[in-house]
């Protein structure tokens, strides 16, 4: 065996222990709970006793309901306006509380459109630039150029989130009263009110965000 030969068979040697060493300091995946995959409206191993998406879930299709039922909802002749006017969350919990409200928005737009009407007042900043740059002649409507006006609210949609709580050695126990209000914006008399109600009670307290 001549020298260049033993030479080419030391080298794939080494590249062979090289490629086994870096094979066996490879990561490996750490074991444990795998990701489960659930609906909204069930409840996982993961729970507490605060505010959850299946309670989430139920609240907000129980008001979608209950709105759509009453007369000035039902009877109206033209297409009630509606603004969203933010949750009071006064509850234990720091949740995004804005969220029912816009699973409410949503349940109404996609199962019941041309019932009621919501207004984006959220993104008056974007639509009054819009609205400056159309009265400028910046840009152009496609629709009539005289009508540049923001609509006005019928109805202000708001809720309240209020809760009841207690712990003891032998647990924690939360009690939460979802309230929501549809307010005539011009006499500001409450049209519409529906609540629920839901309580839990838990060995250990859960943190949630």
């Known amino acids: 065996m001549t020298m260049k030969t033993i030479y080419r068979l030391s080298l794939i040697l080494s590249a062979a222990a090289l490629a086994a060493g870096c094979a066996s300091r490879g990561v490996k995946n750490p074991s444990g709970v795998p990701v489960t995959r659930l609906n909204p409206d069930e409840q996982g191993f993961v729970a507490g006793t605060g505010i959850e998406s299946q309670d989430l879930v139920a609240v907000t299709d129980k008001m979608a309901r209950s709105i759509l039922a009453i007369p000035q909802i039902a009877n109206a002749a033209t297409p009630p306006v509606i ?38 007042r959220d993104r008056m900043a974007t639509l009054e630039k819009e609205r400056n740059l159309k009265r400028e002649g910046a840009v152009t409507a496609s629709s009539d150029p005289q009508k540049q006006e923001f609509k006005g609210a019928d109805y202000f949609l708001t809720g309240t989130l209020q809760g009841l709580s207690t712990r003891t050695s032998r647990g924690t126990s939360d009690y939460i009263l979802y309230a929501f209000q549809l307010i005539d914006a011009r006499t500001s008399a409450i049209v519409w009110e529906d609540n629920a109600e839901i309580k839990k009670q838990g060995l250990e307290d859960a943190a949630y965000r």
């Open 83 to 120: 603004v969203l006017d933010p949750v009071d969350n006064q509850t234990r919990f720091p949740i995004n509380k804005d969220i029912f409200l816009t699973r409410i928005r949503s349940e109404l737009n996609s199962k019941c459109r041309g019932k009621v009407v919501f207004l984006a």
